[in-house]
């Protein structure tokens, strides 16, 4: 299915018309009727039109699993060399947090780097705080995430 036609069959199933979401967009109707004829949406102009209809673009694997988001975390970025491999929360997926049971100046926040890889940080952001950073085990993660995952990033 073409970008064109994804964006027509939303219209059609949320009952919303071409001007409306040429509206929208900020262009004219001749123009989203060119670039639906063309099939030259963008992508950031395909997210926005769906979004318009109440859709989401979701990007997953093969197996249907989503792509880690990477750098989703709202702590300071911590970056750290641990047993010779570096560690960037900027680069890694927030996975979970213990910030609602504790305070805004000291939790724990739990992250996957894109090999996989869990490490924890705990964030001490007082004055004169240092957070540290460390991997940890697939079971500790595991046990981190079911007592704090209703408190996901």
């Known amino acids: 299915m073409s970008a064109s036609e994804m964006v027509r069959q939303a219209l059609t199933s949320k009952g919303k018309t071409q001007t409306e979401?040429?509206?929208?967009?900020?262009?004219?109707?001749?123009?989203?009727?060119?670039?639906?004829?063309?099939?030259?949406?963008?992508?950031?102009?395909?997210?926005?039109?769906?979004?318009?209809?109440g859709?989401?673009?979701v990007m997953v694997d093969a197996n249907g699993e989503d792509i880690p988001n990477l750098g989703n975390s709202e702590s300071p970025r911590v970056v750290q060399m641990c047993d010779g491999h570096v560690y960037d929360t900027s680069k890694a997926e927030s996975v979970c947090t213990s910030?609602?049971?504790?305070?805004?100046?000291?939790?724990?926040?739990?992250?996957r780097d894109p090999a996989g890889?869990?490490?924890?940080?705990?964030?001490?952001?007082?004055?004169?705080?240092?957070?540290?950073?460390?991997?940890?085990?697939?079971?500790?993660?595991?046990?981190?995430?079911?007592?704090?995952?209703?408190?996901?990033?």
Not at 46 to 52: N, Q, V, Y
Not at 99 to 111: A, C, H, N, V
């Open 21 to 53: 979401l040429a509206e929208h967009m900020g262009w004219s109707k001749q123009n989203l009727s060119s670039r639906l004829k063309n099939d030259s949406l963008t992508f950031d102009e395909l997210a926005k039109a769906l979004a318009f209809c």
């Open 55 to 57: 859709y989401t673009v």
């Open 99 to 111: 910030k609602p049971d504790f305070s805004e100046d000291w939790y724990m926040e739990l992250f």
């Open 117 to 153: 890889i869990y490490f924890m940080v705990q964030y001490q952001l007082w004055e004169g705080g240092k957070s540290i950073l460390g991997p940890v085990s697939n079971r500790a993660a595991n046990m981190f995430m079911k007592k704090y995952r209703k408190f996901k990033i």
